[in-house]
T-cell receptor
Framework: GAVVSQHPSWVICKSGTSVKIECRSL??????MFWYRQFPKQSLMLMAT?????????EQGVEKDKFLINHASLTLSTLTVTSAHPEDSSFYIC?????????FGPGTRLTVL | GENVEQHPSTLSVQEGDSAVIKCTYS??????FPWYKQELGKRPQLIID?????GEKKDQRIAVTLNKTAKHFSLHITETQPEDSAVYFC????????????FGKGTKLSVIP
């Protein structure tokens, strides 16, 4: 089946620093990737839709200048959390689309001190 | 936009019994309904899906039914086992758009040995 990797799997950073998370589709090309955020015991909330070669589409309430998304190739999308604060601590999961099926990465647990 | 409601939020069953999780959706244009199983700290895993041209789909102990008229779909797990314990999410996609998944809030299933 389709495999999506995410790196790093967990990261701890100081408040005010930036963190980059990579999402890769390993055995297929994904024109569209999605970034989700999941708080403990809650559902996945879509943050943005990332299309290769174009600007990401952000959901309402998600700051595009804070959560920078780059989808430079058909197999890689990156999410950069800029000037991270403790409230940004969460589980960030990407997914890559093939057909109309989405395959999820293993997630990145971000803790901002 | 699409809105997906999921019930119950928690469900406890005895091993061997059946479990049923129900979801409703609001957008009549939605045409693809996947179900995901998520274990603690791990990625959501697609377990079964159904498209709008089908009323029922079964895969071993797991089945999904769809009622397009009523705009609801359900997950049925028979002969539950302890390893079925996880959080289950239903989702809906409006295939006429960008294939964005809208998730339900999740159901925490506990199978008691």
């Amino acid at each position: 089946g389709a495999v999506v990797s995410q790196h790093p799997s967990w990261v701890i950073c100081k408040s005010g620093t930036s963190v980059k998370i990579e999402c890769r589709s390993l055995d297929f090309q994904a024109t569209t990737m999605f970034w989700y955020r999941q708080f403990p015991k809650q559902s996945l909330m879509l943050m943005a839709t990332s299309n290769e070669g174009s600007k990401a589409t952000y959901e309402q309430g998600v700051e595009k200048d804070k959560f920078l998304i780059n989808h430079a190739s058909l197999t890689l999308s990156t999410l950069t959390v800029t000037s991270a604060h403790p409230e940004d601590s969460s589980f960030y999961i990407c997914s890559a689309e093939t057909g109309d099926t989405q395959y999820f990465g293993p997630g990145t647990r971000l803790t901002v001190l | 936009g699409e809105n997906v409601e999921q019930h119950p939020s928690t469900l406890s069953v005895q091993e061997g019994d059946s479990a049923v999780i129900k979801c409703t959706y609001s957008d009549s244009a939605s045409n693809y309904f996947p179900w995901y199983k998520q274990e603690l700290g791990k990625r959501p895993q697609l377990i079964i899906d159904i498209r709008s041209n089908v009323g029922e789909k079964k895969d071993q102990r797991i089945a999904v039914t769809l009622n397009k008229t009523a705009k609801h779909f359900s997950l049925h797990i028979t002969e539950t086992q302890p390893e079925d314990s996880a959080v289950y999410f239903c989702a809906a996609i409006n295939g006429a758009g960008s294939y964005q998944l809208t998730f339900g809030k999740g159901t925490k299933l506990s199978v008691i040995p």
